[in-house]
């Protein structure tokens, strides 16, 4: 399967065209806390660690629904610690994380020495990315081998949330042009994050998260991306369709009073996932 950094391209992808486990595999090509996390730090923020779901909180999620939507949180809250070289902070976001996967029998995907060893080269961001993208790809397989295809689902979903409300906090604490335009071009994921959580109707907790985002979607709608030079550039790699482009092209307008609803709207799905 080809791997795409998020930074410079987006899938595009239908569901009635492709099986369920290739829309999620997709969507994981495209959801990277790594990312996020660099392109926070870059903005000359500051590390803080007050935003992020405690460690010691892993001990309270008793089903498979918590534990696999808060290791997403929890890989999200590491490789924020990892890329501000926090490392205190990032074994203890590792020992929450490595519980979580254990509970779901798929703590032996995660090699966390190789992935601490490729953070401290700050100048290829891009192995550190393959790796991470790899190590989701290979726990959704095996979740899919075992009929859990939910439950992949629910790891991408927690890590994303986790993420944009990482990214919505911090711009609302810090004027960034960047952050407004990592926000706005986000709709496009979550677009594709709600027709994932569309395909498990029969489960009532993810119709309910579903339905949620669903509404931050809707809201989110009104945002047009464009690009620099005017149209989308698509090629077509195998069986993937991509839409290239630098990031939105154009610096969106994101007011204030849109930022504070996306926030308000972002922290309360937020708070339903890590309670």
Aim: with cysteine.
């Amino acid at each position: 399967m080809k791997k795409t950094i998020f930074s410079c391209l987006f899938l595009v992808i239908s569901f009635t065209a492709y099986a369920q486990e290739e829309l999620l595999k997709s969507v994981i090509d495209i959801v990277s806390p790594i990312e996020a996390a660099d392109l926070i730090k870059k903005q000359g923020i500051k590390y803080d660690n007050t935003f992020l779901n405690k460690p010691e909180n892993s001990k309270k999620y008793l089903t498979e629904y918590k534990q696999a939507l808060n290791l997403g949180v929890f890989s999200t809250a590491m490789g924020y610690a990892t890329i501000n070289d926090q490392s205190k902070d990032a074994l203890a976001y590792l020992g929450a994380l490595k519980g979580m996967a254990t509970a779901l029998k798929v703590d032996k995907h995660i090699n966390m020495g190789r992935i601490f060893t490729l953070a401290s080269n700050k100048k290829d961001l891009n192995k550190l990315l393959d790796e991470t993208t790899s190590t989701f790809e290979n726990i959704s397989d095996d979740l899919n081998a075992k009929k859990k295809s939910n439950l992949s689902a629910l790891i991408i979903t927690g890590g994303w949330v986790e993420t944009f409300y990482l990214t919505t906090q911090m711009a609302q604490k810090n004027k960034s042009q960047e952050l407004n335009n990592r926000i706005v071009e986000q709709k496009l994921v979550l677009t594709k994050i709600v027709e994932v959580l569309g395909n498990y109707k029969t489960d009532k907790q993810i119709t309910q998260l579903g339905g949620e985002l669903a509404k931050l979607d809707k809201y989110m709608s009104k945002f047009k991306i464009e690009h620099k030079d005017g149209e989308q550039k698509v090629e077509e790699k195998g069986d993937i369709m991509e839409i290239k482009g630098s990031n939105v092209g154009k610096d969106v307008e994101l007011s204030t009073a849109d930022l504070s609803e996306i926030s308000k709207m972002v922290a309360g799905i937020r708070a339903s996932i890590v309670q």
